[in-house]
């Protein structure tokens, strides 16, 4: 059984930054694909950035490149998103998800979720 439990979510106004953090119950990250997918109210749920199995390479939606990163730390199995320069449209439920299949994680059907953290940007 795999858990994730979401954490460092709040609010901020524009501009602002916040890091989310994900602690996985899985023995051994390199197994797993790791993302962050986000959901507003009144919208599907999006993915957002992943990060590969290894570690060795990330990938991010468009309208965050540059200003969200996705990164990990092995040695305590936490996944982490730094979240720069926010925006009010990055107003949404934020959740961390996991599993072995890349396609899988980006199209939402991943096995394993966290309960998710409410991130609130206002202008």
């Known amino acids: 059984q795999v858990e994730l439990v979401e954490s460092g979510g709040g609010s901020v106004q524009a501009g602002g930054s916040l890091r989310l953090s994900c602690a996985a119950s899985i023995t051994d990250t390199r197994s797993y694909y790791m993302a962050w997918l986000r959901q507003s109210p009144g919208k599907e749920r999006e993915w957002v950035a992943i990060i590969s199995a290894s570690g060795g390479s990330t990938d991010y939606l468009d309208s965050v490149k540059g200003r969200f990163t996705i990164s990990q730390d092995k040695a305590k199995n936490t996944v982490y998103l730094q979240m720069n320069d926010l925006k009010p449209e990055d107003t949404a439920i934020y959740y961390c998800?996991?599993?072995?299949?890349?396609?899988?994680?980006?199209?939402?059907?991943?096995?394993?979720w966290g309960q998710g953290t409410q991130v609130t940007v206002s202008s």
């Open positions: 998800a996991a599993d072995t299949v890349y396609s899988t994680v980006v199209t939402g059907r991943s096995r394993y």
